[in-house]
């Protein structure tokens, strides 16, 4: 069974630009987490999404938002980026609500210059 | 989700156990006991969970003391490929707050 998949998985971008980023989900799992990492702040819970909701936010302002479609695929996006947003940003898909076992996917690197 | 402690780093000989302490004092009844994993530059990975009983898995075994205050993951026969930031999570699994906090972690670092 394929694991968690992150597109891109290097991204270079200026500040005040905005960036997409993409997972899916293992085959099955309808859960999806994303956490930003940071030498400094650690693993940092962004968002989770069930079934196309956004079931819980992590304290991060309303520039980084995400979605998650009918197939359990997730996108997010962080607005006018800032020099801060410089991290790995890692997404996290489990099989389903009661579920707690998250499998990670690699991660997207995303530098601001 | 109860707070909990871990020592900032360890070192373990190749071949031996490694026994990776948590602290969790203030866990509630319903709370499991995560463990992950994260070896440099990849997604964390998940080990082993567990609530009251030990458990084993083809990983590690998790063991919780009876009170429920500390646990410990034993890595039975460390390999240099288990060199890894260990987490432990309390978390409970069912109410409504869906999201892993994780802490500092251990850094294990596993040694020819």
């Known amino acids: 069974k394929a694991g968690v998949t992150q597109t891109p998985r290097y991204l270079i971008k200026t500040r005040g630009q905005q960036v997409t980023l993409s997972c899916s989900p293992i085959s099955g799992h309808r859960s999806v987490s994303w956490y930003q990492q940071t030498p400094g702040q650690g693993l940092q819970f962004l968002f989770e999404?069930?079934?196309?909701?956004?079931?819980n936010k992590g304290n991060f302002p309303g520039r980084f938002s995400g979605r998650q479609f009918s197939n359990s695929r997730s996108e997010m996006n962080v607005s006018t980026l800032e020099l801060g947003d410089s991290a790995l940003y890692l997404c996290?898909?489990?099989?389903?609500?009661?579920?707690?076992?998250?499998?990670f996917g690699p991660g997207t690197r995303l530098t601001v210059t | 989700d109860a707070k909990t402690t871990q020592p900032t780093s360890m070192d373990c000989a190749e071949g031996r156990a490694a026994n990776l302490p948590c602290n969790h004092s203030?866990?509630?009844?319903?709370?499991?006991v995560y463990w992950y994993r994260q070896i440099h530059s990849q997604g964390p990975q998940y080990i082993i969970h567990g609530l009251k009983n030990n458990e084993t898995n083809e990983m590690a075994s998790l063991i919780i003391t009876e009170d429920r205050k500390s646990s410990t993951l034993i890595l039975p026969h460390a390999t240099l490929r288990d060199t890894a930031v260990y987490y432990c999570?309390?978390?409970?699994?069912?109410?409504?707050?869906?999201?892993?906090?994780f802490g500092k972690g251990t850094l294990l670092t596993v040694n020819p």
């Open positions: 203030t866990i509630s009844g319903n709370e499991y």
């Open positions: 999570i309390a978390y409970y699994s069912g109410g409504s707050n869906y999201k892993l906090t």
């Open positions: 996290a898909s489990s099989l389903d609500e009661i579920s707690y076992e998250q499998y």
């Open positions: 999404y069930f079934s196309e909701t956004q079931r």
